[in-house]
Structure formats: structure tokens, C-alpha cells
């Protein structure tokens, strides 16, 4: 019995899946608590909330872009970068220090430098908060020092960094740091 073409790329296909992204149809079930205010932004591991519309990483852009500058307003800042160890990726800034990592077309990351009211990150720190607060966060590990500096983690899939005292930076996903 010889297998078809199609059985073994749904094989294949299936093969690939991460496990990490949830199908399309539960895609859109995100529940993280209460409700976000239509000109607010919440910060995820995996994904973001821009109002009334959830992202998981892997979003298209073209949908993310637009809820985040319905939310927060136009965009500030768009770049790319070549040489990211992820491969090729696009970064688009908005208000309140946000910036949204992209590569082929799909939401992949995310980080916030500035403290903003419009955008919160799920869990207890913020930009500014003291390194004492920090360290005693659930899930918080310290990480050997890079060239980037003091960085932890917090749980399994956000990170920052510290410096002066105080957490400086979040993110979550594909970044295009260089260690």
C-alpha cells in the first residue's frame, strides 16, 4: 500500500506544529481576566491584547498593525533588521514605548522600554519597578550577565532587563537582541 501525496504532507504538517500556538478556532477564546478598555493595550507570553481583539504570536501583521494603532495611535516608528539570529525582522513602535516584532508577515514578539497607562504586561512588574520588588516576583530567576546587561526572566515566557535599580525593559517572543 503506497501513501498519498496529501496523507503525507498532513503527516508533515502536523509534524511541525509547536504545540505552543492553539488552532485557528480557539485562536480568538483568549481569557487573561477582565476585559481591556478599547484604548488599552495588555501584554502577554504569548501574544497581546489591543482593546477588544487578542493576538497570539503568529497573528497576521497587517491585523495586529491595526488594532495596535486603533488602540494606541499611529505608529512612530517602522525598521528592519537583515541579520536578527531569528532570520529577518521588522519592529513597528508605537506610543507609550511599545514595540511589535514581526518576521514573514506574523506577530513573533514583543517589548516595552517606557511606563505607559495605556499598556499594561500581565503579572505584577512594570517599567520602574525597583529591582528589591522584582527579585521577589513569582517566577522570577536572575540570568548570567550578557553584554546587554542584568537580565531575568519571569516564568517561562516573559523577560527584562535591570539597570540602575530598576526594570528597565519587558518582552516576550522573538526578539533580535545580540549577546
Do not use: H
Amino acid at each position: 500500500m503506497r501513501a498519498s501525496p496529501i496523507a503525507i504532507a498532513a503527516i508533515l504538517l502536523a509534524a511541525c506544529d509547536s504545540g505552543t500556538v492553539p488552532p485557528p478556532g480557539q485562536q480568538s477564546q483568549v481569557d487573561d481576566g477582565p476585559p481591556v478598555a478599547s484604548n488599552e493595550v495588555v501584554l502577554r507570553g504569548d501574544g497581546l491584547t489591543a482593546g477588544v481583539e487578542s493576538f497570539y504570536f503568529s497573528a497576521g501583521e497587517n491585523e495586529v498593525r491595526g488594532a495596535l494603532e486603533t488602540t494606541l495611535g499611529a505608529e512612530q516608528s517602522v525598521a528592519q533588521n537583515k541579520e536578527c539570529g531569528a532570520g529577518p525582522m521588522s519592529f513597528v513602535g508605537y506610543p507609550g514605548g511599545l514595540t511589535a516584532n514581526f518576521q514573514e508577515s506574523r506577530l513573533v514578539g514583543w517589548n516595552i522600554a517606557d511606563r505607559s497607562e495605556a499598556i499594561g504586561v500581565v503579572g505584577d512588574l512594570v517599567i520602574g519597578t525597583p529591582r528589591q520588588d522584582a527579585v521577589t516576583t513569582d517566577g522570577f530567576v536572575a540570568l548570567e550577565p550578557t553584554t546587554l546587561g542584568e537580565e531575568f526572566a519571569l516564568g517561562s515566557e516573559i523577560g527584562g532587563f535591570i539597570d540602575n535599580d530598576m526594570v528597565v525593559m519587558l518582552y516576550a517572543g522573538s526578539q533580535c537582541f545580540f549577546r
